[in-house]
C-alpha cells in the first residue's frame, strides 16, 4: 500500500476536492530488461540483428544513407529505397519508383490506343462568318455616328461664332456671314 493525494473532481468546471487515500501497487520482482527480438530472427540476407537498439537493421547501409540523401523514403523491412509519394500521372506517362515523378512511356502502341475527341480546326480563311459580319456592321454605324457628331461640332461653332458677333453690334458684317452660311447649307 503506497499513501497518494487524489483529486475529486465533477464534470462541470469549478476546484476539485483532494482527497488522501491508499492505492495498492502491484510489484514485479522477477523482472528485467529484455529484447524480444532474437538474433535468429533478424538473420536474412538484407538484414542483420543489432542488441543495443533491438532492432533488425539492414545490411546496406551505403544505399540507405544514399537514398535519403536524394530525399527518398527508405523502407527497414525490404532495405529498398521508396518515393515519398506516389502520383497519378496523366495518359501516356508513368509513375516512375527510381525517379519518382511521372515518365514518358516508350511503347507506342500504348500512345497509339489513345483517343482523341478534339474537332478539327477550321482553316478556312476566305469564310466570314456572322460574327465578322456583326462586327463589320457595328464598325459602320460608329463611323457614321462619329461623322454625324463632327458635324454637329462644327455647326455649333459656327452658330457660336454668330452669337459672338451679333453681340459685339456688328451687324453689317455678321448678316453678311449669315447670308453667306446659309448659301453653304443649301
Request: aromatic share 4%; charged share 25%; glycine share 8%.
Amino acid at each position: 500500500r503506497v499513501p497518494v493525494m487524489m483529486g475529486k473532481c465533477g464534470i462541470g468546471r469549478g476546484k476539485c476536492d483532494k482527497q488522501c487515500a491508499e492505492v495498492i501497487v502491484e510489484e514485479h520482482t522477477a523482472c528485467g530488461c529484455a529484447c524480444t527480438l532474437s538474433e535468429e530472427m533478424c538473420r536474412s540476407v538484407t538484414h542483420s540483428y543489432n542488441g543495443d537498439m533491438c532492432a533488425c537493421e539492414c545490411k546496406d547501409i551505403i544505399g540507405k544513407r544514399e537514398c535519403l540523401d536524394q530525399g527518398k523514403l527508405w523502407d527497414e523491412n525490404f532495405c529498398k529505397c521508396g518515393c515519398p509519394a506516389v502520383f497519378s500521372c496523366t495518359s501516356g506517362t508513368e509513375y516512375s519508383n527510381n525517379t519518382c515523378a511521372c515518365e514518358v512511356k516508350d511503347n507506342i502502341t500504348e500512345m497509339n490506343k489513345i483517343e482523341d475527341n478534339r474537332i478539327p480546326r477550321s482553316n478556312n480563311p476566305s469564310m466570314i462568318t456572322w460574327e465578322m459580319l456583326i462586327i463589320g456592321i457595328i464598325l459602320g454605324i460608329i463611323l457614321i455616328l462619329i461623322m454625324i457628331i463632327c458635324l454637329l461640332i462644327s455647326r455649333l461653332r459656327r452658330i457660336k461664332h454668330i452669337i459672338k458677333c451679333t453681340r459685339s453690334g456688328d451687324e453689317h458684317k455678321d448678316s453678311e456671314e449669315y447670308h453667306e452660311m446659309g448659301n453653304k447649307d443649301i
